[in-house]
């Protein structure tokens, strides 16, 4: 396409269910009004929101309208995802073009993956800081999608495309930016109550979430936020094998401050410290005793920084420190053995230059990053690696309605050497209505701790995984050619894409002792990905508009021939959307995915998931909504045994927002 936990207690929980019967902000990176601002303004003033041009800072590492963007960008904006009954960011963007669910193996979980590519090869950001890749390092995870919580976020970027000549390694499949919300000069907030409520046939899933955020001046250049979020979504029991549970629970508490000082129009500084603890319980039987237990795994966040932007008359620079980490810890009952705890630390510095020459946009930077784990299976219990890099990007202005962006980046790992990741990418303005762009981008993933580090031995299950410090990053080369098209109430757009992955990092037998084999990370694989991304627009009525976006992805894992597993060959997402000017609105969504070939062979059914939800704002201040997902109450499990990951069953849920 173009373009502590504190549960909610059962009573607070009724009183949301009883009221609910009866924002303007600015983005991290610029001191612009954000666009979901922008469109409260515009439609105070009577201008459709429509009419508003999207933005995205992720592709160039400055602002810039999606459609001319060197890359392909969606945007989902603060109020969609007010909108949907959201747990994480996952739920946020698993309606975005060329993204598929992708299975864990374990308690329901899923990760998604980005045309075609592992989940490990999509880069996750908090306003352009990259977060611990805890889901390449923690087995069966999926725990990279809780870092912020959505009454902070602003909007979600995703790049789908190798964009490692900006961001080094892990940028692959794609970018997932979350931009955070900043106040303007006045205060302002807001406070979401929110529950669910499972279906008759479902055996568990109740929760509920309450969240704040507030932000404003405090004084001569200086200005603050604070954000906190607790909320608890109940486990669902297996109906067939009630010592199950099909989905795991969740119980989360997240808080977060920062501050900005702006001293005059030319300097700015920012720091800020996020925090949070996050509970997963599931019930699960032990495969050795057959004995039942409750699986509990404790997560433990928290991502500090400080950011300095300077302007020095053409030349915008920007200078950032920041950590994050993540610390998980497993607790079993009923004697049965907790899996090893695991901390990983990220550390990093990087900044960057950029101003006007002539018909060129320059940028040049540099990162250091500081990776470390601490596991039992290293040697001396933790190991470390440091990252260098340096980058550059050139836009070229070759005309009125012609730009090209051509950059590349050289990275340098302490175990495995250097890694040069070129772009080169075309955008022609051929009318007003008509953007036609594309481009080539190769990309690279470093391998983890636990793969590269040749101290690394681990034996917790009933096989052995060692180290190798002789495994090579994973590296791939895509292609992409597309356009987007508007005119009045129509939009077309259309994306073709090509990816080549080598050097795909899985494991090798060694041997094998009794019932236990001994595996070696090294580089086998080679995968080749193909696709295309349509979508169409139509606003066909007053307050009306209906959008559709088809994914077609074709696979193929080039050692074997086969295709590749768990990787629907056709996604398609169709949404009606209606408002009017007395405040109401409602949305009815048909979401389809098709058939997918399992590790066995099997191939797994298609499935279509229907829901509904309306909503009203009564007033400048207070807003609710109502709505039902999965309408027709789908299981996977009674579709196949061989999902590796599950949907909640029908699930009614309403929320109340008051804005100030």
């Given at each position: ?24 902000a ?58 949907k ?9 698993e309606?975005?073009p ?6 864990r ?39 990279q ?10 909007r ?47 055996w ?71 925090q949070g ?25 928290s ?40 901390d ?13 020459m ?23 219990g ?9 980058f550059?990007?050139?836009?070229i ?15 340098r790992?302490?175990?495995?050497g250097?890694?040069f ?61 597309g ?9 077309l757009?259309?994306?073709l ?18 019932t236990?084999r ?5 580089n ?19 307050g ?20 590749l ?12 959307q ?26 797994l ?44 069953g029908?699930t ?9």
């Amino acid at each position: 396409m173009i373009g502590g936990c504190c549960a909610i207690r059962p009573i607070a929980l009724a009183a949301l269910l009883a009221c609910a019967g009866v924002a303007s902000a600015q983005t991290a990176t610029s001191d612009a009004p954000s666009p979901d601002a922008a469109a409260k303004a515009a439609s105070e003033a009577g201008v459709p929101a429509t009419s508003l041009p999207q933005v995205t800072v992720t592709a160039t590492k400055h602002e810039q309208e999606v459609r001319a963007a060197p890359a392909s960008v969606t945007v989902v904006g603060r109020d969609a995802i007010q909108d949907k009954a959201s747990d994480d960011l996952m739920s946020v963007i698993e309606e975005v073009p060329g993204l598929t669910l992708s299975p864990r193996q374990v308690s329901g979980r899923k990760t998604f993956s980005l045309r075609g590519m592992d989940s490990r090869h999509t880069l996750m950001l908090i306003d352009g800081r990259r977060i611990s890749a805890s889901d390449d390092v923690v087995g069966h995870s999926n725990y990279q999608y809780g870092w912020v919580p959505l009454s902070a976020v602003e909007r979600v970027e995703v790049i789908r495309g190798p964009l490692s000549a900006l961001y080094g390694s892990e940028a692959l499949g794609g970018v997932v930016n979350v931009i955070t919300r900043w106040p303007t000069d006045q205060w302002e907030g807001s406070v979401r109550l929110s529950g669910q409520r499972a279906g008759a046939h479902a055996w568990g899933g109740d929760g509920g979430k309450a969240a704040v955020y507030v932000g404003g001046p405090v004084g001569q250049g200086l200005s603050v936020r604070l954000n906190a979020e607790t909320g608890r979504t109940g486990a669902i029991a297996d109906r067939d094998s009630p010592r199950y549970s099909e989905i795991e629970g969740r119980q989360a508490t997240t808080g977060g401050i920062a501050a900005r000082y702006q001293p005059n129009a030319r300097h700015s500084f920012e720091a800020g410290w996020q925090q949070g603890r996050e509970e997963r319980r599931y019930d699960d039987v032990d495969a050795r005793s057959r004995k039942p237990y409750e699986n509990l795994y404790t997560l433990d966040r928290s991502h500090g920084y400080a950011q300095w932007n300077g302007q020095f008359g053409e030349v915008t620079t920007q200078l950032r420190a920041y950590r994050s980490a993540i610390d998980v810890k497993n607790a079993r009952t009923n004697g049965v053995a907790p899996t090893r705890p695991q901390d990983l630390k990220d550390v990093v510095g990087d900044g960057f230059a950029q101003w006007r020459m002539g018909a060129h946009r320059i940028t040049v930077g540099g990162e250091w990053r500081r990776e470390s784990l601490v596991n039992a299976g290293l040697k001396g219990g933790k190991d470390a690696a440091s990252h260098q890099a340096l980058f550059a990007q050139d836009e070229i202005s070759l005309g009125s309605n012609l730009v090209a962006t051509l950059g590349g980046r050289l990275d340098r790992h302490e175990y495995f050497g250097s890694q040069f990741s070129p772009r080169a990418y075309l955008v022609w303005e051929a009318t007003p209505q008509l953007i036609v762009k594309g481009g080539f981008g190769s990309a690279f993933k470093a391998p983890t701790l636990k793969q590269v580090s040749p101290n690394y031995v681990g034996a917790e299950g009933p096989h052995t995984f060692r180290g190798n410090e002789n495994v090579k990053p994973e590296t791939s080369r895509s292609f992409e050619i597309g356009a987007d098209w508007q005119s009045g109430p129509f939009a077309l757009r259309g994306t073709l894409f090509h990816t080549r992955v080598k050097d795909l990092i899985t494991v090798r037998l060694l041997g094998v002792q009794g019932t236990r084999r001994d595996y070696l990370y090294d580089n086998v694989n080679r995968a080749t990905m193909r696709g295309a991304e349509l979508g169409f627009a139509w606003a066909f009525g007053p307050g009306l508009k209906w959008n559709n976006d088809l994914t077609l992805l074709r696979t193929r894992d080039d050692a074997t021939g086969k295709e590749l597993t768990d990787r629907p060959r056709h996604v398609l997402h169709s949404q009606v959307q209606w408002q009017n000017a007395g405040g109401w609105n409602a949305r009815l969504g048909v979401d389809f995915t098709g058939s997918q070939r399992t590790a066995t062979g099997s191939r797994l059914p298609s499935y279509t998931v229907v829901g509904a939800s309306v909503g009203q704002q009564i007033n400048k201040m207070l807003s609710w909504r109502a709505g039902i997902d999965n309408l027709g109450d789908v299981r996977l499990s009674e579709k196949s045994a061989d999902f590796g990951y599950a949907l909640r069953g029908r699930t009614y849920h309403v929320s109340l927002r008051a804005d100030f």
